[in-house]
């Protein structure tokens, strides 16, 4: 059973950087596809960003792209997503998927495994 914790979250002020950390246990994470999604509380999860198996493609939603950069190290089991110049409004919970399908999808439909979440705010 692959399982996913999520770490690296906390409160940054407008234009600082987090790398938010995606470490699987129970299964390799070579063959699986890893996406980031956010939510805000009343609001629906947000797809983010995604990495195709091994590294293969990856994928930004418009709102992040030049900003944030997905990375993996399958030897560690373990997915970053580095987040540069935050901006107020990428305050969100942040949670990491993994989904069986080789590609890179941002949608959740795609994902079975779901860690638990950080919490990323961005304020002064």
């Known amino acids: 059973q692959l399982q996913l914790v999520e770490s690296g979250g906390g409160l940054v002020q407008p234009g600082g950087s987090l790398r938010l950390s995606c470490a699987a246990s129970?299964?390799?994470?070579?063959?699986?596809?890893i996406g980031w999604f956010r939510q805000v509380p009343g609001k629906e999860r947000e797809g983010v960003s995604c990495?195709?198996?091994?590294?293969?493609?990856?994928g930004y939603a418009d709102s992040v792209k030049g900003r944030f950069t997905i990375s993996r190290d399958d030897a560690k089991k373990t997915v970053y997503l580095q987040m540069n110049s935050l901006k107020p409004e990428d305050t969100a919970v942040y949670y990491c998927?993994?989904?069986?399908?080789?590609?890179?999808?941002?949608?959740?439909?795609?994902?079975?495994?779901w860690g638990q979440g950080t919490q990323v705010t961005v304020s002064f």
């Open positions: 129970g299964v390799t994470l070579d063959y699986y596809a």
């Open positions: 998927a993994a989904g069986g399908s080789s590609d890179c999808v941002i949608s959740s439909a795609a994902y079975d495994y």
């Open positions: 990495t195709g198996s091994r590294g293969r493609s990856t």
